[in-house]
């Protein structure tokens, strides 16, 4: 009986501890073999170099300057942290810490996951291996090689984190509605997506009636203002704006309303109710301007 009872506990303790591994499980990455032990998919929040912070907000990121939050590259924030996270960690250069691999200051990336774990990745010196940098954990030894593009993103500044598209996220697909109304020619239009007979078509009211658009020239039209980038984003200014014209863009998410204005020689754009404009937009407004819906 004894015997059976200390059976019946082993099994239990293995048990037990497989059921806690298997809890901790959602906490660390799913890549074999990563560096990084935390979940991608979890991480909201990279600081580097104690300076630039980015924070992961829904599917977007956002970088703070100042005292203000500002829309982040999102294609780049993503394609720095999978790079990181497809540091090999199965075979390091060395076992032992060495300044001449990693230099006296190497650059720190500290990231954080949803359920409040860290990690703080230093990225040293250039190695000989063409387009690699060593890295390695902040307390530990061992050394590892991994993609010397990482070392070029951690050097970057904040002016290189910001998006600089007015629209970013968005593709013609996910406007519903898109309205524009220019206070200085009188040029007013919407085009909307709208379902007939099962199927998406585009219509185009200008003056009060409403055209068929041919859904190949309403993306060739939406294309390019979705992609449109402004030189910088910088702070709103304090002086009030007289705005020149006003667009609106309605999707799945919600209405989105800028105003453009001309400021410091050039025209810009801003949200309503952000603290932040996007400068020099010439782009974007003579897309909105010209409106060529036939191409």
């Known amino acids: ?20 591994i298997r809890g901790a499980m959602p906490f660390f990455s ?5 560096l990084i032990k935390l979940k991608e998919a979890a991480i ?18 956002k970088i703070k300057d100042g005292n203000i939050l500002y829309p982040a590259n999102t294609d780049a924030v993503d394609k720095f942290l999978s790079m990181l ?12 810490d060495s300044p001449a691999l990693m230099g006296e200051k190497p650059l ?33 030894s061992a050394i590892y090689s991994a993609d010397g593009s990482a070392g070029f993103y951690a050097g970057q500044t904040a002016a290189f984190w910001k998006e600089l598209r007015p629209l970013s996220g968005l ?34 009211r200008k003056k009060n009636m409403f055209a068929d658009i041919q859904p190949q020239n309403a993306v060739s039209f939406l294309l390019p203002i979705t992609e449109a980038k402004a030189k910088d984003v910088l702070p709103l200014p304090e002086e009030n704006l007289s705005p020149i014209s006003k667009l609106s863009v309605e999707t799945i998410e919600g209405i989105k ?3 453009i204005f001309s400021y410091g020689g050039s025209i810009c754009i801003a949200e309503e109710g952000k603290r932040y404009y996007f400068y020099d937009i010439s782009k974007l407004y003579t897309e909105l301007e010209e409106a060529d819906f036939a191409r």
């Not at 774990?117 to 954990?137: D, F, H």
């Open 257 to 259: 309303k800028f105003f």
């Open 171 to 204: 593709a013609p697909a996910d406007i519903m509605v898109l309205q524009y109304r220019s206070l200085a020619s009188n040029k007013e239009y919407l085009l909307a997506q709208v379902e007939e007979n099962n199927k998406t078509t585009w219509k185009l």
């Open 44 to 61: 909201n929040k990279i600081e580097i170099n104690s300076g630039i912070i980015l924070t992961r907000q829904g599917q977007s990121w």
């Open 30 to 34: 799913n890549r074999t073999g990563s």
């Open 1 to 20: 009986m004894e015997k059976k009872t200390r059976v019946l506990f082993a099994v239990n303790t293995v048990l037990l501890f497989l059921l806690i």
């Open 85 to 96: 996270m497809l540091i090999d960690n199965n075979t390091p250069v060395t076992e032992k």
């Open 108 to 140: 720190k990336v500290v990231l954080t996951a949803d359920y409040g774990r860290s990690q703080t990745l230093l990225i040293g010196k250039r190695s000989p291996v063409p387009g690699k940098r060593y890295v390695k954990l902040e307390g530990e």
